[in-house]
């Protein structure tokens, strides 16, 4: 694993954190080697991902919207005025926004990994929502969930839209689902989309566009990563994969190595670490689950919380889901 450092091969200095780069590590190190999606989102990252949303193959943002905007006085009225709105994974704050003229928060709270571009999305948004309060958290909330005193605690409402949800294993998920719960008074709720189970060809495609948007979205992981750690992925010599796995009723996204290569980084004082990949061998970068309804409400209920609504599309592709402590 150890090999001597040659000062040529350290591409960058590594931008992490010790913590950021100790898990970026052990993921990289691992027999199949696996990365946290939420790698996905630097600048570039987040703006690839907008663009993800304006593809015809790729449903979810549209179906979401489209369900935000038939039910938008039935979802306020479940939700209620006047609350504390706390956004995770807010990104460029655009679904949030489309819901102030109904919702009237009291308090706007976005968080996102993706600092700089949270920062810049809320300023603009602070002008044109001028009474409402906005607290912008540029944190990484699935490591730590500690909200700041000035995050009112009174009428929490979690809004987690995007079926983001998703990216965590079921068990992982309730296990998060709790921790809002335990953020919460009892007195708030939780406003989440999820991705439904459907035709496995549908959701293929979506992961995997025709012009090729997803996979630079995939792609740019490994510049993030070279950043983070200091590595030197060669970005030409990996492919994007994606594909449903419905054993495990998951999408999955792979980098898979075009050729056999080698990638290192620096591991503390003179050492670097490597790991080889043959031809073919992946990195595991995201998974993607989907739900059935009911099997979404049962985990909400493991959780501690819930549901009061339900709200789909027509084709039953895409959930809005309310729920309470
Ligand atoms: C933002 C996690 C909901 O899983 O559909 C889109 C991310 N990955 N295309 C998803 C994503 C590839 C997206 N989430």
New binding site residues.
């Given amino acids: 694993v150890i090999s001597p450092d040659i000062p040529s091969l350290s591409s960058s200095v590594p931008q992490g954190s010790p913590a950021t780069i100790a898990e970026i590590s052990t993921g990289l190190l691992a027999e199949r080697a696996y990365t946290s999606?939420k790698y996905?989102y630097d600048s570039l990252g987040s703006k690839l991902?907008e663009a993800?949303c304006e593809l015809p193959e790729?449903y979810?943002t549209r179906t979401e919207a489209s369900i935000f905007e038939r039910y938008g006085s039935e979802i306020a009225q479940a939700v209620g005025l006047g609350s504390t709105l706390i956004d995770l994974?807010a990104g460029n704050c655009a679904k949030a926004a489309g819901l102030f003229p109904l919702l009237h928060p009291a308090q706007y709270v976005p968080i996102d990994i993706s600092r700089d571009f949270l920062n810049e999305a809320v300023s603009r948004l602070q002008q044109r929502f001028p009474h409402i309060e906005m607290t912008a958290l540029g944190l990484d909330f699935s490591r730590s969930f500690h909200l700041p005193a000035s995050v009112r605690p009174e009428r929490r409402v979690f809004f987690y839209p995007?079926?983001?949800i998703?990216?965590f294993a079921p068990h992982e998920a309730i296990a998060f689902l709790r921790r809002m719960r335990a953020n919460e008074q009892g007195d708030g709720g939780l406003l989440i989309g999820v991705?439904l189970v459907k035709d496995g060809a549908v959701l293929d495609a979506?992961?995997d566009d025709a012009i090729g948007v997803?996979s630079s979205?995939?792609l740019n992981m490994l510049r993030h990563l070279n950043h983070l750690t200091g590595a030197d992925f060669d970005v030409t010599q990996w492919q994007h994969r994606?594909f449903f796995n419905a054993e495990e009723s998951r999408?999955e996204?792979h980098l898979e190595a075009r050729e056999a290569l080698s990638v290192s980084w620096p591991a503390g004082g003179r050492q670097r670490y490597e790991r080889h990949f043959a031809r073919g061998e992946r990195i595991h970068t995201?998974?993607?689950y989907k739900y059935t309804r009911r099997g979404f409400i049962d985990l909400l209920q493991e959780a501690g919380f819930a549901a009061t609504h339900t709200w789909t599309d027509d084709a039953e592709w895409y959930a809005v889901v309310h729920a309470r402590a």
């Fill in positions: 999606p996905l991902f993800i790729y979810p994974g995007g079926s983001s998703g990216n991705d979506a992961y997803t979205f995939n994606a999408v996204m995201e998974d993607s």
